[in-house]
C-alpha cells in the first residue's frame, strides 16, 4: 500500500498505537487513537465524534501489524 505519509511519522504513531497495548490489546482501536491525536491534538473522549483522515489510520495500522 503507498502512502502519502512520511516513514518517521507512521514509525512514531505505530511506535505510540503499540504503548497503548498495555491498557488496551485492540491494535485497530489504538492505531485510531494516536491518529486521531495527531490529528486534533487529543486522544478521542467517549463522545468524540471528530473525523481522522482514513489513508492516516489505515497507514499507521498497517505499520503496526508489520511490527507484530
Known sequence: M???????LLERL???ARQLEASS???E???????HRHVHGV????????EVPEDLFLAVLEWSRCRE
Open 14 to 16: 505505530g511506535g505510540e
Open 29 to 35: 482501536r489504538n492505531a485510531w487513537m494516536v491518529a
Open 25 to 27: 490489546r485492540d491494535l
Open 2 to 8: 503507498g502512502t502519502l505519509y512520511p516513514l518517521e
Open 43 to 50: 486522544l478521542p473522549s467517549e463522545y468524540d465524534i471528530r
